[in-house]
């Protein structure tokens, strides 16, 4: 009997239920059934993502956030079967082989109950997109001999599985559907070099047709689409420096003769080592490529060794039959504290319709997943201006969140770094509000508060909003919140020549075109993005909003900027916009899920002494307040913000979540939670 563990380790407590279609929480907000809504959860991701007009030329944008648990195992491998549907397999530590079928609905995954279906090592599974799967693999280990089987998709999250039938000798055997009725396969020989082969199927009579040695080549993984095209990635047979070269090649299959004509092959800007030296590959019928290996790079922490990662490649597969790779910037391997200390190494992809799923296992300790849409993040909102957010305003949408956005850097080394991106990368990554906290020599600063004399400064104010000029200079039509508050060591005073004025006036100067009049004709989160946004603007719009003391509020000479109170602000002028931003003030995660879902339960949108005065917008407060480093807690709370807010409908007054609020934004990926949700909302 196959033992399942409850816990990857101790930090992440009962979020992790969410993920076997257990939906819990506050009373008070409807739950959406994690198994039953599945189908209509695929609707969700399928409205979020239809409407990306670039999606058929751009090459995918890939993330891969921080990964969650989801079973004990090695060796993963993972496909879309169907429409939002996914199987995946692994071996078990004895050397049986298991399956799940999972279903994407948001951007996570719900994974049904594992089943055993063979013995052996080495799985590779791959779906025809109609229910039907292919699946090699190796006898075990020791033994030479590779086996198949066929399966199709049945009710209830099972296979139904034909009978297991040895074809060739080797290791390392993958797989890959070319249309319904072909599969495409590689594997190596003792030596290493590379061979292909091509399966043909007629109802259930499969023939194998003789392939061709590659030249060269270890590791493969292989990947086909439905028009004929096919990609090989490989490792080189010669280490540079202890690392191995990644190649490509591309193939041109002839369905008719079950032969593939496969071109040379061509590096790949990516190293991978030997030990755990595997890659994944998917290409979809768009010709767009994902690649996800087994990376490793020196640790970013003193003591630790270095560390196995995922790395990622994406592109687009051109005419001229080469991948045309996106910028290096996205080569690099993630800064994730989560893969530093976890050491997540046999990597397995599979993308369909707009979204990716990555496997991959934590060095012998378990099996971790994670989920990413294929997206134009730069330009979310501007994409669905005439879709999903159509007709909202402010109050009615969800946005990604950046907290102590200015603190990227800092003067303490890793004390008090709260981001790991500048802010023309956190607005191209997705992230449309920004806290951010001026020093009276106006730099973003972190510390204990004010008047304790120490704290940590992080980026200057006026590189911050020379990033934000450039990003909108671009022509994204999109909604960008500055929220300046915690000012340090001094007060805002409307004095010539104060931090607050100076402030004031490098806004006006730096973002003048962006900026927004709303003539006091209604609250400014009851504006529709239409007016914010109107029909033939090629620009977007910046909105500053000043947490300013007592009843001092920005006054008629600060044009397009406006005055914050917090939700328990006593003062009644100056409310342009009011927020609900209580956070946690814990270290535990599972007491912060409770208290943000607690309090998102309970907002009825009023304010808590002026009862006159609205509270527009409800900040979740996802983050956790270590007493040191921000990163060590920041991937523990961000791999459960997609579980968790998946399953979160409108509380009992109508209201949502309207601000995603995380540290290290990258590995939570809120702007793909916040498309989804303002799908689903």
């Known amino acids: 009997m196959k033992i399942r563990r409850v816990m990857p380790f101790a ?142 998709l049945q009710g209830a999250g099972s296979v139904k599985w034909g009978t297991s039938s040895h074809y060739f000798d ?30 043909t199927i007629d109802g259930t009579t499969i023939r194998w047709h003789s392939g061709e040695k590659f030249d060269d080549g270890y590791h493969p993984s292989i990947a086909a689409n439905a028009r004929g095209s096919a990609l090989e990635i490989e490792r080189g047979s010669k280490a540079i420096y202890g690392a191995y070269q990644l190649y490509y090649r591309v193939g041109h299959i002839n369905a008719a003769t079950a032969d593939v004509a496969w071109d040379k092959r061509h590096d790949i800007f990516g190293l991978t080592k030997e030990s755990d030296a595997f890659s994944s590959v998917s290409l979809d019928d768009a010709g767009h490529v994902i690649v996800l290996y087994a990376c490793e790079y020196p640790s970013l922490y003193a003591g630790l060794t270095n560390s196995y990662g995922w790395c990622t490649l994406t592109g687009t597969l051109g005419a001229d039959n080469l991948v045309h790779w996106v910028g290096p910037r996205v080569f690099a391997p993630p800064m994730n504290y989560f893969v530093e200390l976890h ?140 929220k300046f508050s915690h000012w340090g060591g001094f007060t805002p005073t409307a004095d010539a020549g104060s931090p607050y004025i100076k402030l004031t006036n490098m806004i006006q100067s730096t973002l003048g075109a962006y900026l927004y009049d709303n003539n006091g004709q209604r609250r400014l989160a009851d504006t529709p993005l239409s007016t914010l946004l109107p029909p033939g603007q090629d620009r977007g719009v910046v909105l500053p909003v000043m947490d300013l003391p007592g009843s001092f509020k920005t006054g008629t000479g600060a044009k397009g900027i406006y005055t914050y109170r917090d939700w328990d602000s006593d ?83 109508g209201r949502i979540p309207n601000v995603l609020f995380v540290d290290f934004y990258s590995w939570a990926d809120p702007a793909d939670v916040a498309i989804v949700a303002n799908a689903r909302f």
Not at 170 to 196: D, I, Q, R
């Open 11 to 152: 930090l992440v407590t009962a979020s992790y239920m969410l993920l076997t279609g257990c939906a819990h929480g506050p009373a008070g907000i409807p739950q959406i059934s994690a198994a039953a809504g599945a189908a209509s959860d695929r609707n969700v991701v399928a409205r979020a993502l239809d409407i990306h007009p670039s999606a058929a030329t751009e090459p995918p944008i890939f993330t891969m956030p921080t990964p969650d648990y989801y079973d004990d195992g090695y060796q993963p491998s993972v496909t879309f079967v169907s429409n939002g549907t996914l199987v995946e397999e692994h071996v078990a530590s004895n050397g049986n082989l298991w399956y799940h079928v999972g279903y994407i609905g948001a951007d996570t995954v719900t994974w049904d109950t594992s089943h055993q279906y063979d013995d052996g090592v080495q799985p590779s599974v791959t779906g025809d997109g109609k229910d039907h799967v292919f699946e090699v693999h190796r006898s075990g280990e020791g033994s030479d001999r590779l086996y198949y089987r066929t399966g199709t």
């Open 343 to 482: 050491n997540l190494s046999s990597p397995g992809v599979a993308m369909e319709n707009g979204a990716a799923v990555g496997v991959a296992e934590q060095r012998g300790k378990g099996l971790y997943y994670a989920t990413t849409l294929l997206v134009d993040r730069s330009n979310w909102i501007g994409d669905r201006l005439t879709t999903s957010l159509k007709g909202k305003t402010l109050r009615e949408i969800v946005f990604p969140g950046s907290h102590d956005a200015g603190m990227y850097k800092g003067s303490l080394g890793f004390s008090g770094v709260a981001q790991s991106q500048n802010f023309y990368e956190q607005l191209t990554g997705g992230q449309r509000y920004f806290d951010i906290r001026p020093d009276a020599n106006l730099y973003a600063w972190h510390g204990p508060g004010e008047g304790y004399g120490a704290y940590v400064t992080g980026a200057s104010i006026h590189s911050i909003l020379a990033d934000v000029e450039r990003y909108m200079r671009e022509g994204h039509r999109e909604v960008v919140v500055l």
């Open 571 to 653: 003062v009644k002028d100056g409310t342009e916009i009011t927020v609900y931003d209580q956070y946690s003030n814990t270290t535990s995660l599972s007491r912060m899920q409770d208290d943000q879902l607690d309090k998102l339960a309970s907002f009825d949108g009023t304010m808590e002494h002026v009862k006159s005065v609205p509270c527009d917008l409800f900040l979740l407060s996802w983050t956790l307040t270590p007493t040191a480093a921000i990163r060590g807690s920041a991937a523990a709370a961000d791999a459960t913000l997609a579980p968790k807010l998946s399953i979160v409908g409108r509380n009992k007054y």
């Open 170 to 199: 080797g290791y390392n055997p993958v797989a890959s559907f070319s249309g319904p009725k072909l599969v495409l396969e590689a594997h190596t020989n003792g030596s290493g070099l590379g061979s292909w082969d091509v399966a």
